[in-house]
């Protein structure tokens, strides 16, 4: 997936959770609702791990020549 992409849907996602959580709060219960958001992060969580212990850590060429004292 091009990273744009992701970039763009997680932050919809973000946003919409906003929306989502005050309706959910004017119809159950502040605890019930963040519990069942927690639950929800938590069973995602276990399914992501795998995949996500994969990704081998890689230093930013980027980040290296900014913060170098060469010139």
Do not use: E, H
Request: net charge positive.
């Amino acid at each position: 997936m091009p990273v744009s992409f992701c970039l763009i849907f997680a932050t919809f996602l973000w946003g919409s959770s906003f929306i989502a959580l005050k309706y959910a709060i004017d119809f159950y219960d502040p605890a019930l609702v963040i519990f069942l958001r927690m639950a929800i992060t938590l069973i995602t969580c276990v399914f992501l791990w795998r995949w996500v212990k994969r990704f081998q850590y890689q230093p930013a060429i980027l980040g290296d020549s900014i913060f170098s004292n060469t010139k």
